[in-house]
């Protein structure tokens, strides 16, 4: 088995510090130093130096501002690659934008198509247009934001255009049980590997998250549960060849409808 068969992904379930931009930097880097020679790929929460706060004014910042700076350099201090989300300000316009670093300095975004307006996030950000998909280490990886969940179509993974689907969130505990199932279905309906990663927590306007971060097979198969409300750091080695085999004996990609979104 070639080293790019296998990905280490690790999940990072932690709390965030409300609104403090520079405290959550701090504290999630060290979560990031422990994960030293440990890992190829550690996923964040999404908004995790902010948390859902709508001042997005003033906490927004371009790719080239003191988190991206930041991450850059744990990426290449770690030797990992990271992804998550954070308040992106870009042409007079805001957005929930998701990141995906490597280790040798390469950086990939993608804006959160689905704003979640129970919560007042369309109100704040611009809807993204464009989804991404970042070839790292042989795997072809797609990561997507919270709400985007809900959307099977924009997910839809046609032609095996991607391996490893990744949905980063603040998922209300409330929640929890449409958080789990939904995972589960992008999984077995695109047939590849999926990795949702959430906060733990309260926030500031009182939203309460309980974590629960999995990681599914491509056959629906839970391969990591965390323990909901926990802090905590999990890695899992997960095969290319598992997801090739798989596609191989059971072909159901090729009788997939086209989809085309406007």
Not at 117 to 133: H, Q, T, V
Not at 153 to 166: F, H
């Given at each position: 088995m070639e080293d790019n068969d296998l990905l280490r992904i690790s999940i990072v379930q932690s709390h965030i510090i409300w609104e403090d931009v520079a405290e959550n930097i701090s504290y999630y880097g060290e979560l990031l130093r422990r994960l030293r020679g440990k890992t190829d790929l550690a996923v964040l929460p999404e908004l995790f130096t902010t948390g859902l706060s709508l001042r997005v004014a003033e906490l927004s910042e371009p790719n080239d501002g003191r988190t991206v700076t930041a991450l850059k350099k744990y990426a290449a201090d770690y030797n990992l690659a990271v992804t998550g989300s954070f308040m992106a300000a870009d042409g007079g316009k805001y957005y929930n934008r998701a990141f995906f670093i490597t280790p040798d300095g390469r950086e990939f975004y993608y804006d959160k198509r689905h704003l979640f307006?129970?919560?007042?996030?369309?109100?704040?950000?611009?809807?993204?247009?464009?989804?991404?998909?970042v070839d790292y280490r042989g795997w072809k990886i797609c990561p997507l934001v919270c709400y985007d969940l809900r959307f099977p179509?924009?997910?839809?993974?046609?032609?095996?255009?991607?391996?490893?689907?990744?949905y980063v969130a603040n998922w209300a505990e409330s929640r929890k049980k449409v958080w789990k199932s939904l995972l589960q279905a992008r999984a077995i309906e695109n047939m590849c590997f999926v990795c949702g990663v959430n906060r733990i927590g309260v926030d500031a306007r009182e939203f309460k998250y309980h974590g629960g971060s999995l990681i599914y097979s491509p056959k629906g198969k839970k391969i990591i549960g965390i323990k909901e409300e926990e802090e905590t750091i999990v890695t899992k080695v997960i095969k290319k060849e598992d997801l090739n085999s798989l596609r191989a004996k059971f072909p159901a990609w090729k009788d997939a409808d086209k989809f085309e979104l406007l």
């Open positions: 307006g129970m919560a007042g996030e369309d109100k704040c950000f611009s809807p993204g247009m464009k989804r991404l998909i179509v924009w997910s839809r993974n046609v032609d095996n255009e991607y391996d490893l689907l990744i």
